[in-house]
């Protein structure tokens, strides 16, 4: 079949650095792939924002399509697990970084990848999701694999509350009942979170500020951070007997110095959470979770934005400024 034209979001490597531009390609410059996707929507993560401006050694090759996940439906298919008219979301699997993502109307990609679009959900629905809303149910998954208290008097924290991990966090463990303490620097988000179920607000600083002690008194229950750096310090230093952080991010920095203090003396757990390279079976029990979260909470996090805004909806995310989730309409 004859190459069809579609419209994508490329950039480039001039002079050593990322030069990002909308363009016209073929299917047939496409990579290598057992499965054509015609995208429907994609999303703007964090390290979407990293790869398009070049901030961060994201991009392996370029060109590169960025966009770490999309959903959208089979066109053409060489394995019989997918037919054309199947619905199918990627998440990670080097997508944006070392094989062309979802900021295209069209991928193609290797059918171990893909999973059916979970029943139920629509197309936008899932990649309000996306990767930050799979990383946040593997963050929960792992925190109640090891125990997760049901206990008002000590919360389960989210740090960088408003951003869209941190929102799917907060939404994902209030709506399975436990008590959630949001971290956040931007006060005027305090009522957003609330409606997603954050029963307790925190100023950014309470965490990121260094008291000078190795402990302080045992107030959570649980945690996921999505902010790394001097705020996992400050989570630790706070974390009750035996219970378990879910370290997933680094939006507040990657360095990391504690003390042993924590684990040795409180039996913390810390536990490292990786959605890119997560095995298929792990990720497609998350995807089912996610459909417990209500539509009416995925819509007030998402805002929806077409390929020609991506730009400066990068410098936003960069900036700390996006409140929730990025949808990306690829063809609007
Ligand atoms: P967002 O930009 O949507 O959210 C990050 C939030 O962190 C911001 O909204 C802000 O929240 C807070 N924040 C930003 N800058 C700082 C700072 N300098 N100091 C303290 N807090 C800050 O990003 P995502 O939710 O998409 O991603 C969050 C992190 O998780 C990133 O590091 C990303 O790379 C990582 N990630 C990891 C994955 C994995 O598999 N482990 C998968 C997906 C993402 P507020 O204003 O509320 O304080």
């Not at 997933?248 to 504690?258: D, V």
Request: glycine letters at 12%; a neutral charge; charged letters at 20%.
């Amino acid at each position: 079949m004859a190459g069809r034209e579609f419209c994508a979001f490329l950039i480039e490597e001039q002079e050593g650095k990322a030069v990002a531009s909308r363009r016209k390609l073929t299917t047939e410059a496409l990579p290598d792939g057992d499965v054509l996707v015609r995208v429907a929507f994609s999303s703007l993560n964090y390290k979407d924002a990293l790869a398009v401006t070049g901030r961060g050694k994201v991009v392996r090759r370029y060109p590169m399509i960025p966009g770490v996940d999309l959903a959208g439906t089979v066109e053409e298919s060489t394995v019989p697990d997918f037919k054309a008219g199947d619905q199918v979301v990627v998440t990670g699997w080097g997508l944006g970084e070392r094989h062309w993502g979802g900021y295209a109307q069209f991928a193609r990609v290797k059918a171990d990848w893909l999973l059916p679009l979970p029943e139920g959900m629509s197309l936008k629905h899932a990649m309000s999701f996306g990767t930050a809303g799979l990383t946040a149910m593997l963050s929960v998954m792992a925190l109640e694999e090891h125990g997760l208290p049901f206990d008002e008097k000590r919360p389960v924290v989210v740090t960088g509350a408003g951003g869209g991990l941190g929102s799917m966090g907060v939404a994902i463990l209030s709506r399975k009942g436990y008590c959630v303490a949001a971290s956040t620097g931007r006060p005027p988000l305090h009522e957003y979170l609330r409606q997603l179920g954050a029963s307790q607000l925190l100023d950014r600083q309470e965490l990121a500020s260094d008291s000078g002690k190795p402990l302080e008194s045992e107030r959570w229950g649980g945690a996921i951070d999505t902010v790394g750096g001097k705020t996992l310090a400050g989570l630790l230093r706070g974390m009750a007997y035996g219970t378990s952080v879910a370290a997933c991010g680094l939006a507040g920095g990657a360095e990391f110095s504690t003390t042993v203090f924590p684990f040795i003396l409180r039996g913390v757990n810390l536990l490292g959470i990786e959605s890119v390279m997560c095995p298929q079976r792990r990720r497609a029990a998350a995807w089912n979770e996610l459909k417990q979260i209500p539509s009416s909470l995925v819509e007030m996090m998402t805002t929806v934005v077409p390929l020609s805004e991506i730009l400066p909806w990068c410098d936003r995310i960069l900036a700390g400024q996006v409140r929730g989730r990025v949808v990306v309409d690829v063809w609007a």
